[in-house]
T-cell receptor, first 114, second 113 residues
Framework: GAVVSQHPSWVICKSGTSVKIECRSL??????MFWYRQFPKQSLMLMAT?????????EQGVEKDKFLINHASLTLSTLTVTSAHPEDSSFYIC??????????FGPGTRLLVL | KQEVTQIPAALSVPEGENLVLNCSFT??????LQWFRQDPGKGLTSLLL?????REQTSGRLNASLDKSSGRSTLYIAASQPGDSATYLC????????????FGKGTHLIIQP
């Protein structure tokens, strides 16, 4: 089946720094990638939809200037958390759509901001 | 705005029992519904996907049903095993694979050996 990877799997950073998370579709091309966030004991919440070569579409309440998304190729999307703060600590998961029926999810990145 | 609710939030049963996990959604105009499994600190494993035109899907000991008009889905797990312990998530999408999924909070399942 289709495989999606994320890097890093976990990251600890100081408050005020920026963190970049990569999402790659390893064996298929993904026109669309999605970024989700999951706080402890909460459901996954869609943050943004990323289409290759165009600007990402952000969900209501998600700051586009804080969460920068770049989808430069059909196999790579990046999420940069700028000026991270402790409240940004969360589990970030990406998914990629293969233009068929479903999305394939990455293993997630756990971010802890001190 | 679509909302997905899962009941119960948590469930603990002895192994061997048959289980039913429930999912409801507020907007019946869905494209498909998926059930996922999430192990602690891990990503998602897709279990079953039901298209809006389908009534059920089966995979091994798992059976998922969909009643789109009433906004409900159930996941049936037969002959539960300790390895089934995980959080089970229900998610819907309204626009096909090109749209994001709306997830429920999940049912945390523990199967006692």
């Amino acid at each position: 089946g289709a495989v999606v990877s994320q890097h890093p799997s976990w990251v600890i950073c100081k408050s005020g720094t920026s963190v970049k998370i990569e999402c790659r579709s390893l064996d298929f091309q993904a026109t669309t990638m999605f970024w989700y966030r999951q706080f402890p004991k909460q459901s996954l919440m869609l943050m943004a939809t990323s289409n290759e070569g165009s600007k990402a579409t952000y969900e209501q309440g998600v700051e586009k200037d804080k969460f920068l998304i770049n989808h430069a190729s059909l196999t790579l999307s990046t999420l940069t958390v700028t000026s991270a703060h402790p409240e940004d600590s969360s589990f970030y998961i990406c998914s990629a759509w293969d233009s068929q029926e479903t999305q394939y999810f990455g293993p997630g990145t756990r971010l802890l901001v001190l | 705005k679509q909302e997905v609710t899962q009941i119960p939030a948590a469930l603990s049963v002895p192994e061997g029992e048959n289980l039913v996990l429930n999912c409801s959604f507020t907007d019946s105009a869905i494209y498909n519904l998926q059930w996922f499994r999430q192990d602690p600190g891990k990503g998602l494993t897709s279990l079953l996907l039901i298209q809006s035109s389908q009534r059920e899907q089966t995979s091994g000991r798992l059976n998922a049903s969909l009643d789109k008009s009433s906004g409900r889905s159930t996941l049936y797990i037969a002959a539960s095993q300790p390895g089934d312990s995980a959080t089970y998530l229900c998610a819907v999408t309204s626009g096909g694979g090109a749209d994001g999924l709306t997830f429920g909070k999940g049912t945390h399942l523990i199967i006692q050996p």
